[in-house]
C-alpha cells in the first residue's frame, strides 16, 4: 500500500532527530510514521535496539522497541522505507523540494554511525 504525504515534520533537538510524516488514512483521517532516534538515551540501550525506531500509528506490533530503520530509498515524488519488521511506500508529490532536501540532511544525521543505508535517486 502506497500512503500519501499530506505533509512533513522535521525536529532536532540535544534529545531527539525527528522525521514525522502525515499520511492520508481513509479510517483515521490522518495518521503519522515516525523516524526517531533518541540520541540521549541511546547509549544505554542493547546495540540491538539502537538507530532510527520506526512506527506507524495503529500499527502494533510485539517488539516494536526492535523496529529499526534498515534502508530508505528517495525518488522525485516516493519514498520507501524498510524497517526489521515492515516497509511503507509513501507518495511525497505534496512536499515541496526544500523540505525534502532538509528531509534527507536530517536524515545523515540520523545516520551518524551507518546503521541504515540512505538513496537518493
Not at 514525522?20 to 540521549?40: K, P, Q, V, Y
Not at 540501550?45 to 525506531?53: N, P, Q, S, T
Not at 509513501?90 to 532536501?101: C, F, M, N, P, Y
Request: aromatic content about 8%; hydrophobic content about 40%.
Amino acid at each position: 500500500m502506497k500512503y500519501k504525504v499530506q505533509f512533513l515534520s522535521l525536529e532536532e533537538d540535544d534529545k531527539d532527530l525527528i522525521v514525522s510524516f502525515a499520511l492520508d488514512d481513509a479510517e483515521m483521517g490522518i495518521m503519522s510514521l515516525i523516524l526517531l532516534r533518541t540520541l540521549f538515551y541511546e547509549e544505554l540501550m542493547d546495540k540491538e535496539e539502537r538507530g532510527v525506531k520506526v512506527s506507524l500509528d495503529g500499527d502494533e506490533m510485539e517488539q516494536e522497541h526492535l523496529n529499526v530503520l534498515k534502508s530508505i530509498t528517495i525518488r522525485a515524488d516516493e519514498i520507501e522505507i524498510k524497517s526489521l519488521f515492515r516497509e511503507y511506500h509513501l507518495d511525497t508529490s505534496a512536499i515541496e523540494e526544500a523540505e525534502k532536501k532538509n528531509m534527507v540532511d536530517l536524515l545523515k544525521k540520523q545516520n551518524y554511525d551507518n546503521r541504515f543505508t540512505i538513496q537518493v535517486a
